[in-house]
């Protein structure tokens, strides 16, 4: 008796303790870091297009951004309209300033109407429209 007794409670010792143990990750597919295997979802990561845009009718005006990833650009426009694109992340940040030279040069102080928009994915995140000599607009993509 002893024996079978033994018997009978060895494999429940040893086969019936299956536990699933959570996986962190993310688990939207549409993300960059998708986990398939992941359980429980710990974040993600989605990548878009940065575009920035500046219009002013007084030329020349110059125009700086500068963002996480090492492609920082300070330019002068010629022409009453500029734009830049680049691919980001969420979590990452960005910023463009824009400027008219003769309010940083001359000392003249006069204001130029201008327009100034930061898009994500399509979407206008952060924008001013009106009468500076200098702006600067700082977005984050979430």
């Not at 996986?23 to 878009?48: E, L, M, Q, R, V």
């Not at 694109?85 to 040069?105: D, I, M, V």
Request: glycine fraction near 8%; include cysteine; charged fraction near 15%.
């Amino acid at each position: 008796m002893k024996k079978l007794f033994i018997l009978l409670c060895v494999p429940l010792l040893f086969g019936s303790c299956n536990i699933d143990l959570p996986n962190p990750g993310c688990t939207d597919s549409t993300a960059t870091n998708y986990n398939p295997n992941a359980t429980i979802d710990d974040g993600c990561i989605y990548s878009g297009t940065v575009k920035l845009e500046v219009t002013c009718q007084t030329v020349p005006f110059e125009v700086g951004y500068n963002n996480e990833y090492g492609n920082d650009v300070t330019e002068t426009s010629s022409t009453s309209s500029w734009s830049r694109e680049f691919e980001a992340f969420t979590g990452h940040h960005c910023s463009l300033t824009f400027w008219h030279p003769n309010w940083n040069w001359s000392g003249d102080d006069s204001k130029v109407n201008a327009s100034i928009s930061i898009k994500w994915k399509g979407n206008v995140q952060t924008s001013f429209e009106g009468e500076v000599n200098s702006y600067e607009l700082l977005q984050a993509f979430l």
